[in-house]
């Protein structure tokens, strides 16, 4: 694989209970402090332990170990501990965790997926092997649709005949890690009554645009997430626009991810749009511009 696919993305290592790892890309952080002031927030989930001031605006604390099942933080141990402001999903949220450790770098080919064992519900989207340690990566998504579940309710998009018309024409491959990510992308195309295929990881990904290809059926207009174990969506685009015979789809690179910079090297690596998630009217008439740049067969 060429040196220009590959993306080394740096973790934020932290603990939640005992010794175990867990991380973060950095990507999504905006800031790590101690512990504020916390204002308390009548009527929201348990696991919300208030809101606290962050550049001028209210931003909730979620206490992460509790959100993922591990025993809640005592008010002591709130004293040592540290809050991570992240933004995902245009949103800004802190968790408090028990301790931070430490920035790493790795290349996103090294993490593996979860074992299917852990089951549904775990809220791990990945593993690595940092320094000898095991480190989980956290779904963030699945955990934040846990503590607002309404997240997961997206809005109808009104579409007329001719556009719904236009996009069941196209050949979709919708491909992201996460089960909540996947849920939302499916559910607003089963709205629309418009067929996809879907995945989880950018290696299958590949393998069904190559098959679709050679099938006579290729990939109009594919749909992916950017952070993914294995073969992660910047290096699926890349290996798709670096393919000297397929025929090229309409590439959306979607991510929970608001950096500036992880947008710009989307493009870098041929995607034609990058995306942030989650916006239902955003990525159905992106989808629509998408076919629109399409000869319809």
């Not at 916390?38 to 550049?55: D, E, K, M, Q, Y």
Request: net charge negative; hydrophobic share 45%.
């Amino acid at each position: 694989m060429s040196k220009a696919s590959k993306q080394l993305q740096k973790l934020l290592l932290f603990q939640l209970a005992g010794s175990r790892l867990f991380g973060l890309a950095t990507l999504k952080i905006r800031e790590i402090m101690p512990v504020p002031h916390l204002t308390s927030l009548p009527n929201s989930h348990s696991t919300v332990i208030g809101t606290a001031t962050f550049r001028g605006a209210a931003v909730p604390i979620i206490d992460m170990a509790a959100a993922v099942g591990y025993r809640p933080l005592t008010l002591e141990e709130r004293a040592q501990a540290s809050i991570i402001v992240t933004d995902v999903h245009r949103k800004e949220i802190g968790f408090l965790v028990r301790s931070v450790q430490r920035i790493v770098e790795t290349d996103w080919k090294e993490v593996t997926t979860p074992p299917a064992a852990l089951g549904k519900k775990a809220f791990i989207t990945g593993l690595v092997n940092i320094e000898d340690e095991l480190v989980q990566l956290l779904d963030l998504e699945l955990l934040l649709a846990h503590v607002y579940p309404e997240s997961l309710t997206s809005q109808d998009v009104l579409l007329n005949d001719m556009e719904i018309e236009t996009l069941r024409g196209m050949s979709i491959l919708l491909v992201d890690d996460s089960i909540v990510a996947r849920r939302q992308l499916c559910d607003v195309l089963d709205r629309k009554n418009i067929s996809y295929q879907v995945t989880h990881d950018g290696t299958d990904a590949l393998a069904r645009i190559l098959h679709d290809h050679e099938a006579g059926q290729p990939v109009d207009i594919l749909v992916s997430d950017i952070e993914m174990p294995g073969l992660d969506g910047y290096e699926l685009a890349f290996e798709v626009r670096n393919h000297p015979h397929l025929q090229q789809p309409w590439i959306i690179l979607h991510s929970s991810l608001s950096s500036e910079m992880s947008l710009s090297y989307a493009e870098q690596v041929g995607a034609n749009r990058a995306l942030t998630k989650f916006d239902a009217h955003e990525l159905l008439h992106t989808m629509l511009a998408a076919a629109n740049d399409r000869p319809l067969e």
